[in-house]
């Protein structure tokens, strides 16, 4: 019996990570795709990462201006054509704690 809970559990832990990983991957291909969309890859890479660093701390520390960056990037998303496997089903969503 409580092995049998153990196995529950851990298939449940697998399929969570999997999920995870998943999810990760689809925000991963859509930030390349907007930094492909806005011709980022011209910048230098060190320039781009200190970008993000300084939107992850600014997120942070001001709310006003994340929500500007939230509204950016809803008509940025909504804009762009999507496949029809990636319509079919929602978008992750962003933690709001991130």
Do not use: Y
């Amino acid at each position: 019996m409580i092995l049998q809970k153990i196995d529950i559990l851990d298939k449940k832990i697998n399929d969570l990570n999997a999920q995870k990983k998943k999810i990760e991957t689809d925000i991963t291909h859509q930030l390349l795709h907007v930094i492909t969309a806005h011709s980022g890859f011209t910048l230098p890479f060190q320039v781009l990462v200190g970008g993000l660093i300084k939107v992850i701390e600014t997120s942070k520390k001001d709310p006003h201006q994340m929500e500007e960056w939230q509204t950016a990037g809803e008509k940025f998303l909504k804009s762009r054509p999507r496949s029809s496997s990636r319509s079919k089903r929602s978008s992750p969503t962003t933690p709001k704690s991130a």
